[in-house]
Structures are given as structure tokens and as C-alpha cells.
């Protein structure tokens, strides 16, 4: 995306990658163990996966731009872990402390295990002190002190010194952008139009931002990106399992700057809401489950609604039930999950079912069928009986 | 099923017994205790149950009791419709038969005991058979009738095919399966459910246990964070404390240092107010010596009016020899006048060397660096100046005789005067006169020789008189002599001088104590010296000033010769006794007399004496400054004196004849000229002392150094006021507390700053800890455990839920049905129950169609409630209800009660007994007993059958 600002000479070009949001060591409770311990494992290899990006691109180096651990009390394996998954990347890397994994007192940063075992290539931007990876290029770190700081955190960059004419600054920050925060009123906003000026004035030349799971660009510049968490973390991200290829280049008319999103990702997690109504419907469930792609690394949010006989529900039941074993996980959507039994259903009709116990067959049909709050224990209730009267066989 | 016959053979007490019962109606078998009545049910019960060859326990007990002898039982009786003989014989000769009819089918042994026991089974409901066939031990239990098969089809035939058993029973039995899958059966939660349960519980737990854990964790972080910016804070004020202390510490030394100088200005201000006395003191001595020279004025004046009233009145008392006496008068005035204006001169000498010597004695009196040595020395000198007042008194008295014997002698001796005339030389008493024409005019008091070698030598021998009153003169001479050599000193000049001494030495000597206790006073010696050196050199400027300006220089050169000699009072003396030896010497000094201003002298000594006396004498001038001058006019004044005593004596060889009355006049006169003299003298003394002072320091002078010392006492007391000011405006006083507050202040910021950095390590410390632990992952983990966990519970729960909606579901409902299914046998016991308890009897029957309570006359009671007849009664009721029920096929069994109704009271045992009789009309009823009176008679048409 060319761009002209001032103040630059001809010459440089430079080439990096852009990361952010590893969340090391995040769990999700939709996963079971076993698939827990595979996303996991997936998140550090997606630093791996970095590694070989950087490599295939011949990136000078790597900044990832907060929250590389999702917690500062992460287990120490996962701190491990993604010491060694770091030797993998060939290139220096730049980590800067995050919201959730910010440099308060005893962070994850000042443990003496990551001391020990982080590689020398490796540099954690405790500060704001300007990093000279490569000549006339500084990488710039903003990193968060506290886990709730009370003012926009890249501020203090934006008003340092700017680089020597003719070099190149790469801004790394965390946090959200007003324009895209729901809560305005949250004082650790990164303010966009002061980080807009700085790029126009040639400040700044990129801003490597975190925070945002989903890969974004911001404001008109072609400069400030979120990159997106490598590895997806909750269904609603956009474009999450990339990392960004930054190339900046000073030319005659000034710097140019040219982002490429390169695929890191292995997992999806997706969502899918879907209207049952029969056979035909659950057909189509049965068949969308069956094609999804790869999916011992797949979560899929699933939201159900509609009515079914009381045999479709049990046929539900049993489809979900296996499908369960194949996907990493398929979760059921509270919130879209309203699936009914039809009460009228003609199977109930034909069930041997007499004397006292078809009195009970139809006041749990009634109840279904009234919708008081007590319908779908009812509904339960009447399928049991369908399954225990032999009707599910 | 039907009982015909029942044989026993040896059987417990039974030796034979043969009993038969009737096709239907009631048999009543009466029989005493213990003969056999029970034994028969429990004959019925073995045959059936146990074969011939059992070993049974049981068995053993039939035998009769010490025989060994086998044990029969045979029975005849309906099953099915057929006719059924079965015998059986145990332990010995066993044997089993049966017999059906018709058809005479026939087994024995063991096929006998298998085929008897299927027709039991097929044709006798054994639930009905134990509802009816009752043991005297079970006659108070009420069955339930739902447990008897035959009841409950009885009751589905009477419901009409309503109820529908065949098909609910297995979903009955699925659903309580189902059920029981998640519960127990008093419906509490069991299995996968509750373990479900109770691991979500146990998650939950452990994801509070783990948050928790993270909760200290963020607050450790925010109180490390807190406690670093507290940290922060504290330092900073702890080093604005730091920096307090240190200002106010400044300011405190400051504030001490102006201390110190108000402490120094008021010694100073001390020394100041003595100086001022001391310069006070010094003026005062001053206008003392004032008025003394005033007073020895006054007292001089008096003494020459004295004399001169004295000579008057020995001129008119003396007419005749009034020249001569005149002559004689004015001849000793002039005597004694040129003798006084020597003692003048010579005491104004003595005034001259003093002054320098006590121009030493002040200059060494202001050396205070010297002041110990001084004392010392004054001290020294006093020893030395031995002359106290009584030596001067007896000095004084020693030398008014010697003047008065000289007076005498003056008087009455001859006077010779000798004149050389030519070149020719004159012996004078052997000593060769010098110049010719020269007159020396000689005393003789002793014998006088003038000799003109090789011409004459004559001889003048004195008087008788002259020789005595040289003799008293010599004598007085001698003791003066005497005295001063006893005193040391030359002359009563120097004895009246050595005690003016003293009393100088002894104020030195005070003085000195004096200064040196002030001087010394709060201040170092090194200040002093320095102090004095700085005095010492203005005064030194002064008194040359001074000394130029109003002392002839030969006397400079003489205080500035001492000053170089450093003179001691043992040199003053020995000058004063050099200087006196120069006077005594002038006295002999061939010079003229000065002349002394006395015009009465002149006057007479115009008129009648000879021109000897009245020779030119050198210009007379008044005290001259210098001793040199000095001692000339000294000289002068001794020729003078002798001048004068030629006159006198020549007055007197003239006027001889009339000495008597001279001598009197001769005697006031000379008395007033002695006092004259002495009141001279002493004016004298007193005008050199002061002229002395004046010349050490004049009189404005002193009134300068009063001044002066004043101004600068008062400088130094502005100074003192002004620094006592900066004390007051520095706030000394509160500095000290200021500066303790601040410097505790200070220790308590820094005591915080240390308990921060406590807290703070302490906090960091336990974070470090806590990070290694992974608390973050333990609790995510927690919460997807939980998570799932939760997420199986809330399935199995949901299933749960449906197994228990739909069991109590279909149970309600079979509850329900089952009460309607259930009315015919209540009617039926109700039926029976009124016509012993009255028509408001009624039962209610629970799921099991057990009898649950009854009611008579309103009153419900549980079936535990009811009294032992009332229980007996209504379970034969139920049997009877039971047996009515179930008669109406042939699967139906007799009623048999051993012993029962054995606690109802007369009325109610004739109401049963009606109800056993219709019993029996529809069935076989066999009743054992060993009352004859419960049945016999109360029950219509009972055969009774007595064993």
C-alpha cells in the first residue's frame, strides 16, 4: 500500500513479520482433555510455524505484539514450551508484555525460568528504548506495565524523539483502538488520530499492534494492523491464524509499506446455527457435519432450533453424539438451542402403550404440547417412554 | 383346591388320626392343647414340600419323640378338578403314592413327590394359600392383598379388562430400571448421576479453590503495586525530610554561633562596664589629687602668712635690735626661703624620675599578658618598700630635728667669709681656693683654718655656743643618718618617696590582682594578650604624645632610656638614690642661687646688708622641665641658701648684744619657717604627684577614657543587643524542637520506607512463588474440567430429570388406576366389616391393596393402631374378603385358622362367627380350636369334628 511521508531518504527496505496474541497456555472449555492438550500444543506450534514463515520470507526479524502468554501465572511447561518453539524462528523476535500478560509485580516476564531458557535472539521490550535490528530500522515496544493502566498506552512513544532522518520506526503496542472499542469510556484506548499523525509525519512508519483476535486494519494508512491471534480462539474472530509480512522501503517519494497476511492457523472454530423441522433437516445436519474438513481440529459452536418428533430427537442425540468423537469439539449454543418434540407426533399414537401408561403417554404429551416451563422435561420424559416402549428401536 | 382327608401315622404326639372335612360349609376341629391340632397344617405343609428321603431339620421334629418309627401322612383332596390321594411315609419304609382320579394315574417315590408338587403349584396360587391357610403364630397379621395373584386377577376379571398388566409390567419394570439408573429408591441420586454430582461439586470447588488462589494472587499484585508507589512516595518525602533536617541543622549552627557571640559580647559588655568603672575610679583619684594640691595651697599660704606674722612681730617686739633682728629675721627667711626652693627643685627632680618610673609602672600595669608578673613584682617591690608609715614618722621627726639643730646652728655660729686676693694660693680647711676674688662664706662650727702657704694660716675657733649647737646638729644629723641608713635611704626625700611607694606597690599590687582576676576573667590569656598588646601600643602612642607635647625632651629620653632598660622599682630607687646624690652634690655646685620671687627680701636686703649677699645671680625661672635645668637651678638656689645664711650671719655678729631677745624671735620665727617649709614641701609633694598623673595622663584625657570606655561599652552593648536580636529573630529556641521533630520525622519516613520495602519484598516474594505454580493454567484447567463436567452432569441430570418425570408420571397414573381396580375388594371387606363393627366401618387400601387404616364411627386409625382384637378381627376380615374373592374359580383354597379370634370379646366373635358361616357357604372353612365356646354356637351349621 505506497504511501508518502517526509523526512525519509532513499534506501532502506526492510522486511519483518508481524504477530501478536499467542495467549500461551489458554484453555478452552468447550475442549476435552485430550483435544485441550492438541490446542494447546497447536499454539506453540504455530510459533514454529512462524519460524518457517520468517525463514521462506527472509524476514529481519519478528515482533509480537502482546499477550504472548495468557496469563502470567501460566504453567511452567507452557512457559517452556514456547522457549523451545522459539528456538525454531531464525530471525530476532521481539515480545512485548501485553494486557494479559503485563510486567506487574511477579509477571511472567520475571520469572527465572524464562530468564533461563529464553534464546539469546529473543528480547522481551521491557521498555520503549528504540531496538536496531537491522540499520536505520528501530522497533519501538510499548509494553503494559500494569494489567490495567489508565492511559493510552503507545502515548509515550508517539511523543519520543523521532528516528533519525531517513530511518524507519516500527511502533509495537497493545490494546484496543477507540475507534473499534464498544466502551469509550475505557482510559487504556491507543487513540488513533495521534497515531495517525505520527505516521503522517513520519514518526512512525508501522504499528504493530495486538490485542484484537481478528486480523485488521485500521484507519486509512495501511499502517496500523492488528494481526490476529495465530491460532483461533473464539468463533467470532475474523481472519484469526495468520501472521502479517510487513515490507517497508524508503524510495524517492518516500516510504512504501506493503502488509501480506501468510497462513499460520490450524485449527477452526466455527459457528453454526441450524433449523430442524425433520428427517430432512437432521439429513442436512448429518451431512454439513460430515463434510467439514479436518476436524479433530475443528470446534463448531452449535446452536439447534425447530421442533422434532420425539424419534428426531433421539436421531439428534445419537448424530451429535457421534459426531462429537470426530470433531475436536461441537458445542452446544445456549443461547441458539431450542429444539422442541412435536407433540402430535403419530408415532406416540402407535406405541403399545395402554391402561395407566398411555394415561401417562398423553399428560406428558399435553404438558409438551401446552409449553409451560416444564415442556421440555416433559418432552425428555416422553422420549424415554418412546424409547423404553420400544418405539426408539 | 379342596381338603377331603387328612390321615397322620405317628406324627409329633399323633399316634393315628384320621380327620375328614366336608365339600364346602364350616368344620369346626376342636380339640385340648396339645393334641395335635397345629400338626395337622404343618402335615399338609410337609407332604408337599419334602420327599420321603428328605434330611431336612425340620423333619426330624415330627418324629415321634424316642421312637424309631416312621411318620405318615396321606391327604385327599381336589386340585384342578381331579381327585388327588397322596401318602407319604418318612424314615422308615418310605414311601410316596399318588392317585388322580378319574383315571387312576398312579406314581410313587420320587416321580410321586415331583408330580404332586407340579399339581400344587399349577393349581394352588401359593400367594393365596399363605393369605389363607394361617398358623395360630400368624393370625394377627393382616395380609396385603395385592401381593396374592389370585386377588389381583380376580380384581383385573372384575375391572373388565381395564387394566392392562400384561403389556404395562415390563415397561413397569424399564422404567424403574431407568429410573434406577440415576436413583436410589428413596429417590436420592445413585450411580453415574450422583457421581456426576459430586464431581461437579468437587470442580466447583476446586475452580473457587483455584480462583481464590488467583485472587490473592492479583492481590498481591496490586498491593506489590500499591506498595511500590507507596514506596515511591515515602522516599521522596523521606528525602525532602532528609533534606529538612539538614537545613534546619544549618540553621541551628547558625543560630548556636550567634549564641556564642552574645556570650562572648557580654564578657565583653563585663569588661567594658569595668573599664568604665576603673577609668571612673581613676578620674576620681584625680579630683582627689585636685583637692589635695588645693588643700596643701591653702595649707602653704597659711604657714608662709605664719611666718611672715612671726618676723613682723619679732621686728616690733625687737625695736632696738630691730635692723639686726630684722636682718636676722629676713637673713633666716632667706635661708629657709633658698632652702625650700632647693627642696623644691629637688622634689620636682624626684617628680621628674617618678613620672618616667610610673610611666613604666602604667605601661606594666596595662601589660596584661605580663599582669601575673606584675603582680608579682608589685608584690616584690612591696616587700622591698620597707618605709610604712611609722618609719616615715619617725623619718619625718629624725629630719625636723635635723633642720631645726641646723637652724640653731645657723643662728648662733660665726660665719667667716674668705676672699683670695692675689695669685697667691689660699687654703680654705686645706682645700686650695681656686679663683681669686671668689668669697666663700664658711660656718664655723668647727675650728676653720685659712692658710696662705708659706705667708699665714689663721685659725678660727667657734664659740662655746656654736660649738654646742654644732654639736646638736651633728647629733641630729647622726639619728637621721642613722634612720636613713636603717630605712636605706639617702635622705628623708626618698624615705617619704619609698613610702608613696608602697602605697603605689600595694595599689599596683591590687590592681594587678585586679586586672588580672578581670582580664582573665571568661577569657582566654592568647585574647587578652592580644587585647592588651593592641592597648598597650595606643597608650605607648598616647604617652609619647602626651610626653612631647608637655615634658622637655631630656625627660622623654629618660622614660624612653627606661623603657629600653626595662626597669625594675630596685632601679627606680637606685636612681632616685643616684638622683639625690646629684642634689646633694648641685648643693656644693659653685653657681649662683637662683633668685626666689620674695620682694620683702629684696627689699630689705636692699636697704641694709651688704652688697655680699646681693651679688648678681643668674636669671631666676620657674620650675623647669628638664632635670638637667632642674639641677642647675638646684645649684642656683643652694648658692642662693648660702648667700642668705652669710646674711644671716653677719646680721648676728653685728647685732650680738642682743641675741636673748633674737633668740625668742629667732625661735617663733624659725618654728613658722619649719612649718612653712613643710607646708612648702608638701605642696610641693602634692603638686608633683598630681603634675605626675597629669604628665602620665592628663585630665582630659581621663575624662576621654571615661569616655571612651563608656562609648565603647555602649558599642558593645548595641552589639549585644543587636546579636541578642538575631537569637531572638532566629528562633533558637524553637530550631531545637523543629529540628527534633523533623529529625524523628524523618526516622519514622525512613522506618516506612523500610516496612514498604519489607511488605514489597515480602509480596514479591510470594509472587515469584506463585508464578512457578502455574496458577493460571491449574485454574483454566479447573474451568474446563468443570466445564465439562458440568456439561455431563447437566446431560445426565436432564436424563434423570425424564426418568423420574416419567416414573412419576406413569406411576400417578397406575396409582390411580390401581384404586379404581382395587374397589371390589374394598367393598367386600368393607361388606363384612359392617356386620361386626356397625355400618360406619370403612377401610382404605394402599398400592399394594394392604389395608392401611379403618374407620368406625368416623374414627380412622392406621392398622398399627388397632387394638389386638380389632387387628385379629380385621385380618380374618381381609382373609374372608380374600377367599370371597377368589371362590368364585376353582383355583380357590380353604379358609384354615388355627386358633384365631381368640381376643374378641363375646358380641363380636358371634358377629364373626355369622361372617364364618358365610364363608363357609361359598367355600371350605376348617377352623382349629381348643375353646368350644368360640365356635360352637356362634357359628351356624359348623360341623364339629373333636380329636
Redesign the interface.
Known amino acids: 500500500m505506497p504511501d508518502t511521508t517526509p523526512h525519509t531518504t532513499p534506501g532502506t527496505t526492510i522486511r519483518f513479520l508481524h504477530s501478536g496474541d499467542w495467549q500461551l497456555?489458554?484453555?478452552?472449555?468447550?475442549?476435552?482433555?485430550e483435544a485441550?492438550a492438541r490446542y494447546g500444543q497447536a499454539r506453540v506450534d504455530a510459533i514454529e510455524s512462524i519460524g518457517a514463515v520468517a525463514a521462506r520470507t527472509s524476514a529481519a526479524f519478528v515482533v509480537v505484539a502482546g499477550d504472548v502468554f495468557?496469563?502470567?501465572?501460566?504453567?511452567?511447561?507452557?512457559v517452556l514450551r514456547a522457549c523451545e518453539a522459539l528456538r525454531a524462528v531464525p530471525c530476532p523476535v521481539y515480545l512485548l508484555p501485553g494486557n494479559h500478560d503485563s510486567l506487574?509485580?511477579?509477571?511472567?516476564w520475571?520469572?527465572?525460568?524464562l530468564a533461563a531458557h529464553l534464546p539469546s535472539h529473543v528480547e522481551v521490550l521491557r521498555d520503549s528504548v528504540p531496538r536496531t535490528p537491522a540499520p536505520g530500522v528501530e522497533v519501538v515496544g510499548a509494553p503494559w506495565r500494569?494489567?490495567r493502566p489508565l492511559r493510552d498506552p503507545v502515548a509515550d512513544v508517539l511523543d519520543a524523539d523521532p528516528p533519525a532522518a531517513g530511518g524507519l520506526r516500527v511502533l509495537v503496542g497493545h490494546g484496543q483502538v477507540d475507534s473499534l472499542a464498544p466502551d469509550v469510556g475505557e482510559p487504556a484506548l491507543i487513540r488513533q488520530d495521534p497515531l495517525e499523525e505520527a505516521i503522517a509525519a513520519g514518526r512512525i512508519h508501522y504499528a504493530a499492534l495486538g490485542d484484537r483476535h481478528s486480523r485488521t486494519s485500521v484507519g486509512e494508512s495501511g499502517r496500523i494492523w492488528y494481526a490476529g491471534t495465530p491460532e483461533p480462539t473464539r468463533p467470532e474472530e475474523e481472519h484469526p491464524g495468520d501472521v502479517l509480512l510487513v515490507e517497508l522501503a524508503t524510495g524517492p517519494g518516500g516510504s512504501t509499506c506493503t502488509v501480506t497476511p501468510e497462513r499460520v492457523g490450524t485449527w477452526r472454530l466455527l459457528s453454526q446455527v441450524v433449523e430442524v423441522d425433520g428427517d430432512a433437516s437432521l439429513d442436512a445436519l448429518d451431512r454439513w457435519l460430515g463434510e467439514q474438513p479436518d476436524k479433530a481440529r475443528t470446534v463448531v459452536r452449535l446452536g439447534v432450533r425447530g421442533a422434532l418428533p420425539v424419534a428426531g430427537l433421539t436421531r439428534l442425540e445419537v448424530l451429535l453424539d457421534a459426531q462429537t468423537e470426530v470433531y475436536a469439539a461441537i458445542q452446544r449454543w445456549r443461547r441458539h438451542w431450542d429444539v422442541g418434540v412435536l407433540p402430535d407426533d403419530r408415532m406416540l399414537d402407535d406405541l403399545?402403550?395402554?391402561?395407566?401408561?398411555r394415561?401417562?403417554l398423553e399428560?406428558?404429551r399435553h404438558t409438551v404440547a401446552s409449553g409451560s416451563d416444564?415442556a421440555a422435561?416433559?418432552a425428555?420424559?416422553?422420549?424415554?417412554?418412546h424409547r423404553?416402549?420400544g418405539g426408539a428401536a | 383346591m379342596r381338603l377331603h382327608r387328612l390321615t397322620l401315622r405317628d406324627f409329633r404326639g399323633v399316634a393315628t388320626r384320621d380327620l375328614d372335612f366336608d365339600e364346602a360349609g364350616v368344620t369346626v376341629v376342636l380339640g385340648d392343647n396339645e393334641t395335635g391340632k397345629s400338626s395337622i397344617l404343618e402335615a399338609l405343609s410337609l407332604l408337599f414340600e419334602l420327599p420321603d428321603d428328605s434330611k431336612a431339620g425340620k423333619l426330624k421334629a415330627v418324629q415321634p419323640a424316642g421312637r424309631d418309627v416312621s411318620s405318615e401322612v396321606a391327604a385327599e383332596l381336589t386340585l384342578g378338578g381331579q381327585r388327588v390321594h397322596y401318602r407319604k411315609r418318612w424314615f422308615r419304609q418310605r414311601l410316596t403314592e399318588l392317585r388322580v382320579d378319574p383315571g387312576g394315574h398312579t406314581w410313587t417315590g420320587r416321580e410321586a413327590h415331583d408330580e404332586a408338587a407340579r399339581l400344587f403349584a399349577a393349581h394352588v396360587d401359593g400367594s393365596l394359600w399363605a393369605a389363607l391357610v394361617v398358623g395360630q403364630e400368624h393370625a394377627l397379621a393382616v395380609p396385603a392383598a395385592g401381593s396374592v395373584a389370585a386377588v389381583l386377577t380376580a380384581l383385573d376379571e372384575s375391572a373388565g379388562g381395564?387394566?392392562?398388566h400384561g403389556?404395562?409390567v415390563p415397561?413397569?419394570a424399564?422404567?424403574e430400571r431407568?429410573y434406577q439408573r440415576y436413583f436410589t429408591r428413596t429417590g436420592r441420586p445413585s450411580g453415574d448421576y450422583a457421581e456426576a454430582i459430586s464431581r461437579r461439586d468437587q470442580e466447583r470447588a476446586r475452580v473457587a479453590d483455584s480462583q481464590a488462589l488467583?485472587a490473592e494472587?492479583e492481590q498481591?499484585?496490586a498491593s506489590?503495586?500499591r506498595l511500590?508507589r507507596d514506596r515511591a512516595t515515602m522516599s521522596a518525602r523521606s528525602r525532602e525530610q532528609e533534606a529538612r533536617v539538614a537545613e534546619l541543622s544549618d540553621r541551628r549552627q547558625s543560630a548556636e554561633e550567634l549564641v556564642g557571640q552574645v556570650d562572648r559580647l557580654r564578657r565583653d559588655a563585663e569588661f567594658a562596664a569595668a573599664q568604665v568603672e576603673s577609668a571612673r575610679a581613676e578620674a576620681e583619684r584625680r579630683a582627689a589629687l585636685v583637692e589635695e594640691v588645693r588643700e596643701r595651697d591653702r595649707a602653704a599660704t597659711e604657714a608662709e602668712d605664719a611666718r611672715l606674722r612671726t618676723a613682723a612681730a619679732l621686728r616690733a617686739a625687737e625695736q632696738e635690735w630691730e635692723r639686726a633682728t630684722a636682718a636676722l629675721r629676713v637673713a633666716r627667711d632667706e635661708q629657709a626661703a633658698r632652702r625650700a626652693e632647693v627642696r623644691r627643685l629637688d622634689a620636682h627632680l624626684s617628680w621628674l624620675r617618678d613620672r618616667a618610673d610610673l610611666a613604666r609602672l602604667r605601661e606594666r600595669l596595662t601589660a596584661v599578658e605580663e599582669a601575673r608578673e606584675q603582680e608579682r613584682r608589685a608584690a616584690a617591690a612591696l616587700d622591698r618598700a620597707n618605709v610604712d608609715e611609722a618609719a616615715l614618722e619617725a623619718a619625718e621627726t629624725a629630719h625636723v630635728d635635723v633642720l631645726a639643730a641646723r637652724a640653731a646652728l645657723a643662728a648662733g655660729a660665726p660665719t667667716m667669709v674668705v676672699r683670695r686676693l692675689g695669685d697667691a694660693g689660699v687654703e680654705l680647711s686645706g682645700v686650695p681656693l681656686e679663683e681669686a676674688t671668689v668669697e666663700r662664706e664658711v660656718t664655723v662650727d668647727r675650728d676653720t683654718t685659712v692658710r696662705v702657704p708659706d705667708v699665714v694660716e689663721v685659725t678660727v675657733r667657734p664659740g662655746t655656743g656654736a660649738a654646742e649647737l654644732a654639736a646638736v646638729a651633728a647629733s641630729a644629723e647622726d639619728a637621721e643618718r642613722r634612720l636613713l641608713a636603717e630605712l636605706g635611704r639617702p635622705d628623708i626625700g626618698a624615705v617619704r618617696q619609698a613610702a608613696r611607694s608602697r602605697v603605689e606597690a600595694e595599689r599596683a599590687l591590687t590592681v594587678a590582682r585586679e586586672v588580672l582576676t578581670r582580664r582573665l576573667e571568661g577569657r582566654s590569656f592568647a585574647d587578652l594578650s592580644a587585647a592588651h598588646d593592641q592597648l598597650l601600643a595606643r597608650v605607648a602612642d598616647d604617652e609619647a604624645d602626651d610626653i612631647a607635647e608637655d615634658v622637655p625632651e631630656d625627660v622623654a629620653e629618660d622614660v624612653a632610656d627606661d623603657e629600653t632598660d626595662g626597669g625594675s622599682d630596685d632601679e627606680h630607687v637606685g636612681d632616685g638614690v643616684d638622683r639625690a646624690a646629684d642634689a646633694v652634690a648641685t648643693l656644693f655646685d659653685p653657681e649662683p642661687l637662683p633668685v626666689r620671687d620674695s620682694s620683702a627680701v629684696k627689699e630689705s636686703l636692699t636697704v641694709d646688708e651688704p652688697t655680699a649677699v646681693k651679688q648678681p645671680l643668674s636669671a631666676r625661672t620657674p620650675l623647669p622641665g628638664t632635670q638637667e635645668s632642674t639641677r642647675e637651678a638646684l645649684g642656683r638656689a643652694q648658692a642662693e641658701d648660702v648667700a642668705a645664711a652669710k646674711v644671716l650671719a653677719g646680721a648676728e655678729a653685728t647685732e650680738a648684744g642682743v641675741r636673748t631677745a633674737f633668740e625668742t624671735a629667732r625661735d617663733e620665727a624659725t618654728e613658722a619657717r619649719v612649718r612653712a617649709e613643710q607646708a612648702a614641701e608638701r605642696r610641693a609633694d602634692a603638686h608633683a604627684t598630681l603634675d605626675r598623673a597629669r604628665a602620665q595622663q592628663g585630665d582630659e584625657l581621663l575624662t576621654a577614657a571615661v569616655d571612651k570606655a563608656m562609648q565603647e561599652a555602649a558599642a558593645i552593648a548595641a552589639d549585644l543587643a543587636e546579636a541578642e536580636d538575631a537569637v531572638s529573630r532566629s528562633g533558637a529556641g524553637e530550631l531545637g524542637e523543629r529540628l527534633a521533630e523533623a529529625t524523628t520525622l524523618r526516622a519514622q519516613l525512613a522506618e516506612q520506607v523500610e516496612h514498604l520495602q519489607d511488605e514489597l519484598s515480602r509480596?514479591?516474594g510470594?509472587?515469584?512463588r506463585?508464578?512457578?505454580?502455574?496458577?493460571?493454567?491449574?485454574?483454566?484447567?479447573a474451568?474446563?474440567?468443570?466445564?465439562?463436567v458440568e456439561e455431563h452432569h447437566a446431560t445426565l441430570e436432564?436424563?434423570a430429570?425424564?426418568?423420574a418425570?416419567?416414573r412419576e408420571?406413569?406411576e400417578?397414573?397406575?396409582a390411580?388406576?390401581r384404586l379404581r381396580y382395587a374397589a371390589p375388594l374394598r367393598d367386600r371387606i368393607e361388606a363384612l366389616g359392617r356386620v361386626v363393627h356397625g355400618p360406619s366401618f370403612a377401610v382404605s387400601l394402599g398400592a399394594d391393596l394392604e389395608v392401611e387404616a379403618r374407620t368406625v364411627d368416623g374414627i380412622r386409625l392406621p392398622v398399627s393402631s388397632l387394638s389386638t382384637g380389632a387387628r385379629e378381627q380385621l385380618a380374618t376380615l381381609v382373609r374372608l374378603a380374600i377367599a370371597g374373592l377368589t371362590a368364585t374359580d376353582g383355583s380357590g383354597v380353604p379358609v384354615v385358622l388355627d386358633d384365631a379370634l381368640g381376643w374378641s370379646d363375646p358380641g363380636r366373635l358371634q358377629a364373626m362367627g355369622a361372617l364364618l358361616a358365610r364363608a363357609g357357604a361359598t367355600g371350605q372353612v376348617i377352623l382349629l380350636t381348643s375353646a368350644p365356646d368360640r365356635y360352637v354356637g356362634t357359628v351356624p351349621g359348623a360341623r364339629v369334628v373333636r380329636i
Open positions: 497456555g489458554m484453555m478452552r472449555r468447550f475442549l476435552g482433555p485441550q495468557d496469563a502470567n501465572q501460566v504453567d511452567r511447561k507452557v506487574e509485580p511477579g509477571s511472567v520475571a520469572s527465572p525460568m500494569t494489567r403399545p402403550v395402554t391402561g395407566p401408561a394415561a401417562a399428560e406428558l416444564d422435561e416433559a425428555d420424559a416422553l422420549a424415554l417412554l423404553l416402549a | 381395564e387394566v392392562d403389556a404395562s415397561l413397569v424399564a422404567v431407568e488467583l494472587v498481591d499484585v506489590a503495586e511500590t509480596v514479591e510470594a509472587l515469584e506463585a508464578g512457578a505454580q502455574g496458577l493460571a493454567t491449574a485454574a483454566d484447567r474451568r474446563a474440567e468443570l466445564a465439562h436432564r436424563r430429570l425424564a426418568a418425570r416419567l408420571t406413569l400417578r397414573h397406575r390411580q388406576a
